[in-house]
């Protein structure tokens, strides 16, 4: 068990352009959640994945944001046309069903928009 | 819905001093309760949980909750702090349906005084 990681760990991007972020869960944990935390902050829900389904999405998810789990493992969040309000750590957390509920988080991805 | 609300963005101690940090809930349905901590450029760690059973809960590194549905509240207590202890903490509630997507309170930063 290594753990949720991300990658990369930090983007510096101009407005407008668009960025990509990669989360690999804890194996055979089916269950994927996308949070943003801004400065000063808790994380605030995103979207999450039961497999590979996208099963929920937040009013904070705008059209500009897409995410994905095609195979039920790893998941990407790609943000296109970039602002600089979407400066943030993007936080990705794992469970397995029939766990008590806590969710694992990864490191986060800090991204800062210029 | 679900909210959280931590009273004290910072909180400052002297080591070895008691820590209480505290955390008011609101949950239309009984809720599953958790506390996280945030050290700088990093993810989140669980601390602790309650789901159902005893309300008084412990956790990691010497830290304890109790439940109190009367008071709708889960604060976080530490006999002694240590400067270890030092970092951001997050109270988060989830209904335990559905996505069970964590709703967290803005923080409190923990200062521990040598």
Redesign the interface.
Known sequence: DTG?S?DPRHKITKRGQNVTFRCDPISEHN?L?W?RQTL??????LT?FQNEAQ??KSRLLSDRFSAERPKGSFSTLEIQRTEQGDSAMY?C?S?IDGS?????????T?LTVT | AQSVTQLGSHVSVSEGALVLLRCNYSSSVPPYLFWYVQYPNQGLQLLLKYTTGATLVKGINGFEAEFKKSETSFHLTKPSAHMSDAAEYFCAVSDGGGANNLFFGTGTRLTVIP
């Open positions: 949720v991300q269950r959640y949070y000063g902050q808790g994380p605030e829900f999450y099963l929920e936080l957390a469970r008590s509920y806590e969710q694992y988080f990864g490191p986060g800090r």
